[in-house]
């Protein structure tokens, strides 16, 4: 058979306009995770974010300060200047900026001219992230910002770590909800034969989209099998729910026990990873994450020993979704056409929903 | 005078719009070389030719595949997968695909969708070679694979090697049609300052375009005068017919010979180059180089004396060519014009025929 | 307040519309720096200037000469090729150009096309640089070349030196213009905190902008302060005036004394500082610098001791227009606003000219 019809393209490539990818503007309306706070301390932090240049600082008191990253005198990136009291002093002309944004002093003249300021954003920090809000201040809603208790609570063991994507983060979000790719990209880390053929069930409304696969018996990969001593030959359950929660939040939640023992007193030990893309550019994106287990939770060696086997597979992800940008840079148009199938189902949900949103926006 | 009048820019320039450049669309009807045969083996291999990403591996029973280097599911390159049993795993989310391009698995699901697949393409390997046809499929039509069955035969030594260029390839047949350039862009390698004043004579006829120049006496430079004995000064005869065979082969046939002896029983030593361009991107090109010699075919000495300074030369056009593109990129569309002399009527008659063949292609 | 509203954006980008830019196309008719005249000997030298290619070299007697550096057969850069008796050989064909541009031989044929050859252009060599006329011939007049006759006269000790600037050239001139950048952009170098609130005075006329500033009393720091012995606190008087000559000129000229002495006797020491930028394209420029003083002329550590120090300083002005035209390039349109204050009045004269100039040059 080799290529489909060219009807068969077409319908795919109009199945495809429906959906999110690298060429939908952003959604600037929402939270989205700026940094994590150890990162903003009392100087200058410069980070690209939805394509805006931004400058971060921790003000003495503690509180993070977000600012256009541009002087609006003569365009010199405010974070190649000066972090003094509080205020920013640009590093060409001393065009001195509070953390409002307003210009407040110009060395060359006696009186501050009004009206010259620059763009501030509004950040929220909570647990171990510091999360941003770059679209309309006034829909600036905590009540969006979904709830990620488990990262403060002192039953939790976590670590977290940062890699630089370079692809459309709606990909990254794709890729989070569709773990049959566990098997084949993550075939030498932690993937494992039986979990891209086991049964799966998904939660699709709006906004919200969720795959559910329980793999029972499994044997675990070592990642896993060995921390919670389920080292066995298919000894294990592992049940697994991975779920867009926001723009800026895929949340994985796995439950792993022994499947040999009874219902009743069998230990469970559950881990959270909480990914959270952040787009810088139209192709790359900063790609947060935070781990964290319920189990073991005072013990160093396996917060370490996780962290790097898990890194190594994240790695995987960001190396496989940058040979998948490269082939959508560089196919002819005309050439492009992608198929769904079944498993799909919650990606191209969310893919509909994020287009969706940003319509939406645009028309606003 | 300097700078021509604007009336002979402008008539040059015009004079150019008839002819194929940098800017001219691809050829797809035609045979390419694709790769060496033995680049091609039992595992995945990406190159890119007349800007498709391409995947070939060799079954195993030896025969060449060439697929589409995506997969049509989520656009992973399917050379980052695996080959299996003469089918090839995508590395992300496993599905499978035979050699006619056919997806027959997709492990979340039981049954595989139909009408999934990509592109195959037609090769066909002959000697040190694999060609491919890129263009409508019902016209790979093998008799329009110009016979080089030299590069097979037990009286002729051969050696081979590739060439990055970056540039585009009509430039590299242009080059390859005016061996005037040998005194000068070869000065210190295998160019004679006699060969750019000696007299030729052209062969134009529709598609094919020859150059013809015998050099009698001359003195041969070390590659040739070495291997041949020829080495007294204007003791040889250098007889060329430098040869345009199709979009994807220029020949180029030398006769050697002792001039001062009489022609009866004069030994005779002939060499072939063929340079085969195949385009990578418009601005990017395959250079494959077979060279064959009909002497000394069981010294492999002197297969390596030659091949080496052989390919300090042709290296001299990768370089000089490098140089022409980057001028071309870079010179405003008002300033660019070019005027041709009698030496250059075979390439500008191949490159006229290259524009017609594609506008027809475009048209059909 | 943060951000000016949508109003006064606007305001100001209409304000910006009226000054020239990274967008505003080369003036050509005016005399630009070249090269020094050093740097041109009896070899070819490739330069790219006001966007063209061109090729230079020095005759055997002595003459400078600017070609376009594309032979108009094939396009092979000229500079590639050889020099010989004052010709140039393109070394990809054998087409030999003599110092006016024409074409003299092609070794292929016995007699040399007419009406074949490259543009010439006309240089001035005039102290230690070659300037260079890119635009209509005929309005190339002498007297449009601002005197720098400092630069050959035996008072003055001078050095020179070379900086490659990633910015748009206008913004150099606009850095010339405002010297309170030096409080801040050279605060570690040869700035102090008192130049920058230090009352001006401003000469603004049709194409000459002025820039005058009287620091008394003042300390200066080490570039100044250990030549002239005036090293201690609030010692010195520095007298600066700096200003735009032309398109390819800004002049800095300072005098200091020691204003604790009276007016008759006490030694004045000046030094002047031309900084000639020659635009290369829209976003890179070629920084030509001639620095001298009319003290301790005869010293060879001081010239050194002052280039060394200078050109720290330099290079934070080439560091700092580097990263604004990051900004500027990377900052989306609607986003991108400048305000100007009192002090950017001689700047914006200068830009406002530029624009005007172009666009006449546009007209004509």
Redesign the interface.
Known sequence: ?????QT?ITA?QNASLRLADRQTPFVMNDWYVAAFGEEIQNQLLAR?LL???LVFYRTTEGRVVAL???C??????LS??MLEHDTI??????FRFNT???CIE????ANC?K??????YRTHERGPVVWIWMGDAEQADLSKLPAQDWMEEADWACSQGYLSLKANYVRLH?NLL?L??L???HAKSFGTPDY??AA?ETEISDGQFALLRNVVPTTLPPVWGIPTGLTGQGQAARIVRSEFRSLGLHEVSVTFYDCHLPEGGRPQFRIRTAHMPTPETATTTHYFLVHGRDFAQDDPATTRFMHDQLFVAFQEDVD?LA??E???A???AE?????????DAPAVAMRRYVLDRQQKEAKA
């Open positions: 058979m080799t290529r489909p019809s068969v795919a690209t394509g805006r240049r256009e990253d541009r609006p005198h003569r365009s010199m990136p190649a200047g002093v640009c590093g060409y002309h001393g409002e944004g307003d110009v060395p060359s003249q001219p009206n010259v300021g620059i763009k501030t794709e569709d049959t790719h098997s084949y990209l891209a053929k799966f496989g040979l998948q490269q082939v959508l560089n196919t002819p050439d492009l056409y992608e198929f769904s199938v079944a498993a």
